[in-house]
Nanobody, 124 residues
Framework: QVQLVDSGGGLVQTGGSLRLSCAAS????????MAWFRQAPGKERESVAA????????LYEDSVKGRFTISRDSAQVMVYLQMNSLNPEDTALYYC?????????????????WGQGTQVTVSS
């Protein structure tokens, strides 16, 4: 089993930045990739970005390309999401997720483990 704890959310003004963190523990050697998803009130959960545990490959949703950067530390037990140029449309509960499947994907059904979520609110 893998446990994920995400943190770093908060309230920020339009144009501001936040850095989300996700700490993985347990059988972290089984993780192939990790990702960030988000869910706004009244909307379906959507993908944001994904990264392989090796850090060699990343994927981004079009809406965050050029603004958000996903990264992981060398020990592969932390994943970060640097969010710049935030706007109110980025307001959501952000979740970290991890998959054991050998696939880098933005599809949530592939992810086995989930964090509890961290709230990001961007004021106009």
């Amino acid at each position: 089993q893998v446990q994920l704890v995400d943190s770093g959310g908060g309230l920020v003004q339009t144009g501001g930045s936040l850095r989300l963190s996700c700490a993985a523990s347990g059988q972290t050697s089984s993780i192939y990739a990790m990702a960030w998803f988000r869910q706004a009130p009244g909307k379906e959960r959507e993908s944001v970005a994904a990264i392989t545990a090796s850090g060699g490959r990343t994927l981004y949703e079009d809406s965050v390309k050029g603004r958000f950067t996903i990264s992981r530390d060398s020990a592969q037990v932390m994943v970060y999401l640097q969010m710049n140029s935030l706007n109110p449309e980025d307001t959501a509960l952000y979740y970290c997720a991890a998959t054991k499947s050998v696939i880098l994907t933005m599809k949530d059904e592939w992810y086995d483990f989930w964090g509890q979520g961290t709230q990001v609110t961007v004021s106009s």
